[in-house]
Each structure stands twice: as C-alpha cells, then as structure tokens.
C-alpha cells in the first residue's frame, strides 16, 4: 500500500458525459500528479499540483482539468467523453518535486462506451 | 519536451539468468530516473531510483546503471525468480525550472521462464 488512495475503482459512462475522479495523497507530501495509462499511449503525464496550485502541465486534453483542495486531495475531472479517453488513471504523489520519490495510487479504470 | 525510449519490448529469461533492460533520454536537463515495476491491472511501484550526481546504485539483486554523456541507463536484475515476472518502466525527469512529471519509457515485458 503506497498510502496514496484513488476512488472510485471502476467508473463506466458513456460518451458525452463527464466525470470527476479523486486522490488523497499520502500524508505529508504536497505534489499531486495525474497520469494516464492506455495500450496505445503509454503512461503519460498530465498534470501536477504543488500545495493547491497548478504547478507543471503535460498531455493534458482541453477537455480535461484539474483541482488540490486546501486539504491536499485532487480531483481529475473529464468532461465531453469520448470512446478514447477508456483508460486506467493514476494519481501519484511526493513530498514536493517531480524528482522525489512519487508514490502511485490503485489507479481509477475508466470506460467510456 | 523530454523523451524516453525503452528497449527491449519484450524480455524472455531462463529462471535464475539474470535480464538487462535498457533506456535512453533526450533532455540533457533531466536528472532522475526512477524504474517502475508494474503488474496487470495494479499501480506501478518503484523499485530504484538514480540521481544524475551518482553512476550506479544496487539493492540485493536490482542494480541500476547511469551513463549521462551517453543520455542511457540501464537496469539489471539478477537471478531472477518467477515473481520478477511483469511491465517494467523507466523514467526520467528534470527539477530544472518548474517540474513537468515523469517522461516513461513504453514499458518492458519481462517473462520469468521456469
């Protein structure tokens, strides 16, 4: 158990809809990341949050954002679903760089039919 | 931005034989690179990191191996056992400036054969 949680587990919708997902991360660390896992895109960096704000922005759709509440916890929302966002996301943590050690959480699988 | 390959894609090894998995970056900036080790459908979970100011560093049978003028590092396991067997990933990133998260490699298929 890495410490850092991620509800819900599963999420099925459908296309057009939007959904939020949300992590804690472990205790004591600032940064929040959020990755996306598919089989054709690989894992890849979305974006990050330092102690409430946005800090580092990667292959981040328009379509999707980002929050860190004051206690520390995120939220990923996707809005306007399409078939290709189905994907495993991934929240991480550390303790404040993106060169400490990140911490991933069970991951949140999504399926957009 | 940063880029990662890894190779190979897939690995196949004798148990106990000991596996190789290689990547190279291309942002001269980048100065950790964590591997990953991820099973089916479970979070990736760091096994050994490497800073830029250090060439090698071990933990019993997983060695890490960094070569910055090459922009290559590499990882070794050794006497491999069937629980070694899942998707490895490496990774590099920057504390240059603002942080931008980890750049992944593809993923290496390790297979433990009995």
């Known amino acids: 158990d890495s410490g850092v949680t991620q509800t819900p587990k599963h999420l099925i919708t459908a296309t057009g809809q939007r959904v939020t997902l949300r992590c804690s991360p472990r205790?004591?660390?600032?940064?929040v990341y959020w990755y996306q896992q598919s089989l054709d895109q690989g894992l890849q960096f979305l974006i990050q949050?330092?102690?409430?704000?946005?800090?580092a922005k990667g292959n981040i759709l328009e379509r999707f954002s980002a929050q860190q509440f004051p206690d520390l916890h995120s939220e990923l929302n996707l809005s306007s679903l399409e078939l290709g966002d189905s994907a495993l996301y991934f929240c991480?943590?550390?303790?404040?760089?993106?060169?400490?050690?990140?911490?991933f959480g069970p991951g949140t699988r999504l399926t957009v039919l | 931005g940063e880029n990662v390959e890894q190779h190979p894609s897939t690995l196949s090894v004798q148990e106990g034989d000991s596996a190789v998995i290689k990547c190279t970056y291309s942002?001269?900036?980048?100065?950790?690179f964590p591997w990953y080790k991820q099973e089916l459908g479970k979070r990736p979970q760091l096994i050994i990191d490497?800073?830029?100011?250090?060439g090698e560093k071990k933990d019993q049978r997983i060695a890490v191996t960094l070569n910055k003028t090459a922009k290559h590092f590499s990882l070794h396991i050794t006497e491999t056992q069937p629980e070694d067997s899942a998707v490895y990933f490496c990774?590099?990133?920057?504390?240059?400036?603002?942080?931008?998260?980890?750049?992944f490699g593809k993923g290496t298929h390790l297979i433990i054969q009995p």
């Open positions: 991480a943590s550390s303790a404040a760089r993106s060169t400490d050690t990140q911490y």
């Open positions: 205790s004591g660390d600032l940064s």
């Open positions: 949050y330092y102690n409430g704000e946005e800090r």
């Open positions: 942002d001269s900036a980048s100065n950790y």
């Open positions: 490497i800073r830029s100011n250090v």
């Open positions: 990774a590099a990133s920057s504390s240059g400036g603002g942080a931008d998260g980890l750049t």
